[in-house]
């Protein structure tokens, strides 16, 4: 697997490695954007998620995928996990924007 990590570490920011390791148990899964979601949401963070998948099958061609975000770097953050297996390509994104009280 491959993934890489942006955001804030810390007691209210996004944890991208505690976010990554939710996906990878997920991805296994029939619904990964489900269980990813339900699972982020029981850590009790004040965030907003986003979390997006794409799944394509294995061939000799390559795919790409890319987002961009303007926010705050301290509190929100991303993390992209990419899965793969004999027969298939899938990439999930999370986005996690935190709820300022």
């Known amino acids: 697997t ?3 990590h942006r955001g804030c ?3 209210v ?5 505690e ?3 939710i996906v990878e148990e997920c991805v ?5 954007v489900e269980q990813s979601l339900t699972h982020l949401v029981k ?3 004040a965030c907003k998620y986003i979390v997006t ?3 394509v099958q294995k061939s000799t061609h390559d795919f790409q995928t890319a987002s961009s975000c303007f926010w705050n770097t301290t509190s929100d953050g991303t993390c992209t996990v990419r899965w793969e297996n004999q027969t298939m390509n899938c990439i999930v994104n999370i986005f996690a924007i935190a709820i300022v009280l």
Do not use: E, T
């Open 43 to 45: 850590l009790g963070k």
């Open 9 to 11: 570490d810390g007691l």
């Open 13 to 17: 920011g996004f944890n991208a490695k």
């Open 53 to 55: 998948c794409a799944v």
């Open 19 to 21: 976010a990554h390791s």
């Open 2 to 4: 491959r993934a890489s």
């Open 28 to 32: 296994d899964g029939v619904s990964a």
